[in-house]
Nanobody, 125 residues
Framework: QVQLVESGGGLVQAGGSLRLSCSAS????????MGWFRQAPGKEREFVAA????????RYSDSVKGRFTITKDNAKTTATLQMNSLKAEDTAVYLC??????????????????WGQGTQVTVSS
């Protein structure tokens, strides 16, 4: 069993920055690929970013590429999403996910085994 605990999020003005963190604990927590999805009201959950287990490879959705950066800490158990140049359309609940490489970019991907509770990000325009 893997547990994911998210932190960060909040309210920020457009153009500002926020940082989200997701800490994994439990079985093989240092060997997990990790990523972030987001879900806005009335919309489907969508992929945002992912990092492989070692932190050496990352992927981003087109909508956040160049603005968001995902990294892993040295222990490989915490993934951080640095979000810069935030836009109103980035407003959503952000959910951390973890699983095996290659990390899936769809909600029902068989590679994703665990989800966090989610944290709210609100960007005011």
């Amino acid at each position: 069993q893997v547990q994911l605990v998210e932190s960060g999020g909040g309210l920020v003005q457009a153009g500002g920055s926020l940082r989200l963190s997701c800490s994994a604990s439990g079985r093989a927590s240092g060997l997990l690929a990790m990523g972030w999805f987001r879900q806005a009201p009335g919309k489907e959950r969508e992929f945002v970013a992912a990092v492989n287990w070692s932190g050496s490879s990352t992927r981003y959705s087109d909508s956040v590429k160049g603005r968001f950066t995902i990294t892993k800490d040295n222990a490989k158990t915490t993934a951080t999403l640095q979000m810069n140049s935030l836009k109103a359309e980035d407003t959503a609940v952000y959910l951390c996910a973890a699983g095996r490489d290659p990390f899936g970019q769809t909600v029902n991907s068989g590679s994703i085994g665990s989800w966090g509770q989610g944290t709210q990000v609100t960007v005011s325009s």
